[in-house]
Every structure is written in C-alpha cells, then in structure tokens.
C-alpha cells in the first residue's frame, strides 16, 4: 500500500474525520492508528451497500468511486497516523 | 453512562477487541478512545441488523442482547479507555 497516495485521497476525509484521523464531531470516528486490515474491510462495506443506517449513506458515497487501490491506500495512510 | 458498568459487559468484548480495546487481530477495530457517540451508533446499526458484511454477523449476535443503557455503558467505557 501507497501511504503518500492515501493521504492523497484523504483531502475529503478531513472534513468529518479530521485533518489528523482525529473525529472532533463526535457521531463521527477516529481513524488515526486504527487497524488497516479494519479500515479496509469497512470501506469495502460500506461501498458494497452493506452498512445501510442512515449515516452510512453518506460513507457509501464516499466509498462508491474508491479502487481497492484507493481503499489499501487510504486504511494505510489513516493506520499510520497517531 | 456508567463506565463501570460498561467495563463489567466488555468481558465478552475483549477475546476481538482487547482487553484495553486494542484489538490485536487486525481485521477487528480498536476502541479504546474512539468517540463514544460514534460506538454507540455503530452497536446500534449492529443490532438493527444495518451492517450486514459477513464479518457484521458476529456483531449483530453480541450486540442484540444489549439495551439502550448497555450500549450507553459500553460506549462511554470504551472511549474512556487510552
């Protein structure tokens, strides 16, 4: 996985996931450090139309233009932050 | 939230998420400091029966015994942890 290519991708995480993985909106979560093997399979999730809540919505959207190359990239990047 | 209550329900959490909610099976998220608002909307999405990815279905099983309270607890103890 591309780290310097997720952080990349991840401009327009920042806005509900923090510039740094840090959430202040507290509905959202926290990616810094969070398990890549993790990031990965929920952003497949989500792309897949398996999360269905209504918040999920917006992360379907986010996911659906996403590669898996895209999705390696981005759960590396987050993973890697502190 | 009674985080003390919520440590006595997270026995049956830590074999996946740790005992300190670091989860070291990769493919299993961390909690510990995760936004407890976010937590509580994820069991609640997990008990509705709203993630529905094949690894949801573990937590669709341990989270439809929960209450309200439970999942209050539960949250607010997991975001407390470092």
Redesign the interface.
Known sequence: ADINAGKAKAAVCASCHGADGH?AI?????LA??????LE??L??YK?G????P??AIMKSMAMPLSDDDIKNLAAYYSSLK
């Open positions: 959430a507290p509905t959202y979560p926290h450090g969070q398990n890549a093997a993790y399979a929920a497949k999730a897949a398996q999360r269905t809540s918040q999920a």
